[in-house]
């Protein structure tokens, strides 16, 4: 057994480097292939990431009718701490919206002079349940809100919410078409350079089945072969995307940088990454089994 | 009863070109026998053989070897029916850039022998054949009759217990010829099948195995198979 695997890869060897340049085209084929896929996946991944953040601190505000009798309010409160999916909720009274407002604007708090904290209305901050904290359940809980007739208005980022997931999906999808599509090139240029591979050693095959070696002892070199182009394809994309990653976050103007240290900007997690290698080396070995059906028949 | 090694039954041969190499060649070779195909040349005996180790298919008719129903479509075990023979092709092929003995010993790993078995046993028979001194050199630099001595050493280096020589002899010089012979006899009394075909008439007639004459594709009468002198089993 320890023969035949030795053997194997002493077989691969010689015909890759037998036929290097071919191979190292298609290696690079393949990276760039995975590369662009695993950019997508990377943007998709950080993007959801963030919004998954985002959507954490995600809390309903709803503002009272001007002139909601206070005596009003604790029980507005308990009907509205009783509601599917609400976790804390806090009451924002005019002056602690005023006091909230002149801590914001700091030094340009004179712009405040005059107004009067009435004139402000109060509001409950409404924490969701941790299940409750995504664009459609949070929904329901507005719905509920709505319903009660003490409130004015409700306010929980709603456009964003929407822009946000409408983006995800779409890098989502783009991830996946393209993947396909390269998907397919790659087996396509996989089978095509194991073709030429074969066709190097067609004298010697030609010997082999003369002497009765069994066909997959005259495969396996070539399935090997597919699958090492897949996995060093698969293994440069992935380093190419991290200096990438790295490169890019550093090479940005520092405002931007300090902007972007708030949120982070992570790379693929192990697991992903793992997959793109297990992917690579899938599709090589399907290119090669493609190939060697196509020019591997026993004459 | 025997049950024969090979048995071909109606076959017929016509290559895309409309030659018709082989026409109705019905016959048995029984286990232990040494068999010459005769015939003048184009009279279709490498097209014979090639059917017989399955590189060839016949056009028609039913062709048994080992038991095995090679002419079935779907037959998928043409490895296992060439592992269980040794094959002289008439165009030798071997490995022209690599040397005499990695030729054999080439052909002894890719059926599963480890390689140092494979080495010694590629000495032997090449000692056998007078090659020991040409072992480390290519194919290349050899004449038509040392390829043509690697290519019977490389076939019978797994001592088959069928042997299937096209023409093996045809380079060979009269002293050589009687070596290659002595080695196939030899083969032969340790209870191989041998079949040889040949065009030389001369080679036939100075030893008294069974001849099966084929002319134009078609078989003739010769000697019979002689049933008293097959090996059993
Ligand atoms: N691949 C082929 N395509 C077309 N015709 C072929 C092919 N191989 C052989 N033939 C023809 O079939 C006939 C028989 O050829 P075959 O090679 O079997 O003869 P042979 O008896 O082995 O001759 P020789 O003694 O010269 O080797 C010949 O007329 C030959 O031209
Ligand atoms: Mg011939």
């Known amino acids: 057994m320890i023969f035949f695997l030795q053997d194997m890869m002493r077989r691969t060897f010689r015909n890759m480097m037998g036929n290097l340049f071919s191979n190292l085209i298609t290696i690079g084929i393949i990276a760039i292939s995975m590369l662009i896929f695993s950019t997508f996946?990377?943007?998709?991944?950080?993007?959801?990431?963030?919004?998954n953040l985002w959507e954490d601190k995600i809390e309903v505000i709803a503002y009272l009718k001007r002139g909601t009798p206070s005596s009003e309010v604790e029980a507005l409160l308990s009907k509205t701490r009783l509601l599917e999916g609400v976790e804390t909720l806090r009451y924002v009274s005019p002056y602690d919206a005023m006091d909230f407002m002149e801590m914001k604007l700091g030094r340009q708090k004179n712009l405040l002079e005059g107004i009067q904290p009435a004139v402000l209305p109060a509001s409950l901050e409404i924490q969701l349940k941790k299940e409750y904290r995504n664009s459609t359940k949070i929904k329901e809980v507005v719905a509920q809100l709505k319903k009660i007739p003490q409130f004015e208005e409700i306010q929980y980022g709603q456009e964003w919410v929407e822009t946000f997931s409408v983006l995800i999906h779409?890098?989502?999808?783009?991830?996946?078409?393209?993947?396909g599509l390269l998907l397919i090139a790659i087996v396509f240029i996989t089978s095509h350079t194991l073709q030429l591979t074969i066709s190097s050693r067609r004298e010697e095959i030609e010997v082999m089945q003369w002497m009765g070696a069994?066909?997959?002892?005259?495969?396996v070199p070539f399935y090997v072969e597919g699958l090492i182009q897949g996995l060093l394809g698969g293994g440069l994309a992935i380093l190419f995307l991290f200096l990438l990653h790295q490169g890019l976050f550093f090479n940005l103007p520092p405002s931007i940088q300090a902007w972007l240290a708030k949120i982070p900007v992570l790379f693929l997690p192990a697991k992903t990454t793992v997959w793109i290698l297990l992917g690579g080396m899938i599709l090589g070995f399907f290119g090669s089994i493609v190939a060697s059906m196509r020019v591997l028949q026993y004459k | 009863m025997i049950e024969a090694i090979i048995q071909m039954q109606h076959v017929f041969k016509t290559y895309p070109s409309q030659i018709s190499a082989l026409s109705d060649v019905t016959l048995e070779i029984f286990p232990g026998e040494f068999t010459f195909i005769a015939g003048p040349s184009g009279s279709g005996k490498s097209t014979l053989l090639r059917i017989l180790y399955c590189s060839e298919k016949p056009t028609s008719g039913e062709v048994i070897v080992h038991g095995m129903h090679i002419t079935q479509p779907g037959f998928k075990k043409i490895y296992q029916l060439r592992q269980a023979m040794g094959i002289v092709s008439q165009d030798f092929k071997l490995l022209k850039d690599r040397t005499v003995t990695e030729n054999?010993?080439?052909?002894?790993?890719?059926t599963g022998h480890p390689r140092e078995e494979a080495k010694w046993k590629a000495l032997e028979i090449l000692r056998h054949l007078g090659l020991e001194e040409r072992e480390s050199d290519s194919i290349f630099s050899l004449s038509a009759g040392e390829q043509q001595r690697v290519a019977i050493a490389r076939a019978l280096v797994n001592s088959p217990s069928l042997l299937l020589a096209d023409e093996p002899t045809g380079n060979l010089d009269a002293k050589m010829t009687l070596r290659v012979m002595d080695i196939l006899t030899d083969l032969h009394q340790k209870g191989s099948t041998i079949v040889f075909a040949t065009q030389f008439t001369g080679l036939i007639k100075r030893y008294s195995y069974r001849v099966i004459q084929i002319l134009n594709g078609q078989i003739l009468d010769g000697r019979k198979a002689d049933t008293n002198k097959i090996h059993q089993g």
């Open chain 1, 41 to 51: 996946t990377l943007l998709a991944y950080n993007l959801t990431n963030f919004f």
């Open chain 1, 170 to 179: 779409i890098l989502r999808l783009t991830q996946w078409i393209l993947g």
């Open chain 1, 214 to 219: 069994s066909p997959a002892f005259i495969r």
């Open chain 2, 104 to 110: 054999i010993t080439f052909a002894l790993e890719v």
